[in-house]
Each structure stands twice: as structure tokens, then as C-alpha cells.
């Protein structure tokens, strides 16, 4: 059974950092994309940042530059630390993983697996 667990999310003030972990299991994981997307209530989910295999990565345009995604396969986990954070990064934040490459974790639709989420919530 795969499994995706999300943990790290939390609150913080804007300019301040947070590392976000997940951990996979159930599957070949150093062979998959995996990567991260967030939605915000009434809003669709969108992509955050992905890598994959190879240790290629993508970011979306909102967060290059404070965002950095990682992964460590020996542990099947993904990170993504987060800094310079800005009240608009306030969402759920949702591990997913992908069989195929890094354009999977660019669309909703190309993601296979999907963790429950993790809360961010950025405020004065």
C-alpha cells in the first residue's frame, strides 16, 4: 500500500523559514518524481516544486528564489524548505508523487499519489 506522510507544517511570521518532510513507502521510490502542491480553500491545487530521479528539479514561479526541494532516497523522504515566506504561501501543502518524470509534478493530473496534506500558515 503506498503511503505518503506529510509533517513540518506549522505557522510562521512572514520573512521567517519552515521545512516541510515526507515520507514515502509502498514503492520503488528512488524510481519516482516526487514533489509538493498546495491549495488554498476555493482555489484549485497547484504545483510547488518537484524532482526527480535524477535530481532534476522544478519550481513554480511564485517560489523560485525561497523554496528549495530536496529528497534523500535512503530515507524515501522529500524536503522542502521554505524561506522567506510571505502570508500568499498560506495553504495546504501536499506531498505527491509521480511514476513518470519531472513534467508529471507540474500538473494535478500527472501525479499518481497524493499524501493527506500539512497546513502552512503565514501571519503577523
Known amino acids: 500500500q503506498v503511503r505518503l506522510a506529510e509533517s513540518g507544517g506549522g505557522s510562521a511570521q512572514p520573512g521567517e523559514s519552515l521545512r516541510l518532510s515526507c515520507v514515502g513507502s509502498?514503492?520503488?521510490?528512488?524510481?519516482?518524481?516526487v514533489g509538493w502542491f498546495r491549495q488554498v480553500p476555493g482555489d484549485e491545487r497547484e504545483p510547488v516544486a518537484g524532482?526527480?530521479?535524477?535530481?532534476?528539479?522544478y519550481y513554480a514561479d511564485s517560489v523560485k528564489g525561497r523554496f528549495t526541494v530536496s529528497r534523500d532516497d535512503d530515507k524515501n523522504t522529500v524536503y522542502l524548505q521554505m524561506s522567506r515566506l510571505k502570508p500568499e504561501d498560506t495553504a495546504m501543502y501536499y506531498c505527491?508523487?509521480?511514476?513518470?518524470?519531472?513534467?508529471?509534478?507540474?500538473?494535478?493530473?500527472?501525479?499518481?499519489?497524493w499524501g493527506k496534506g500539512t497546513q502552512v500558515t503565514i501571519s503577523v
Open positions: 505527491a508523487a509521480a511514476q513518470g518524470g519531472l513534467a508529471q509534478m507540474k500538473d494535478v493530473e500527472g501525479v499518481d499519489y
Open positions: 509502498g514503492f520503488t521510490y528512488i524510481r519516482w518524481s
Open positions: 524532482i526527480d530521479m535524477e535530481g532534476r528539479t
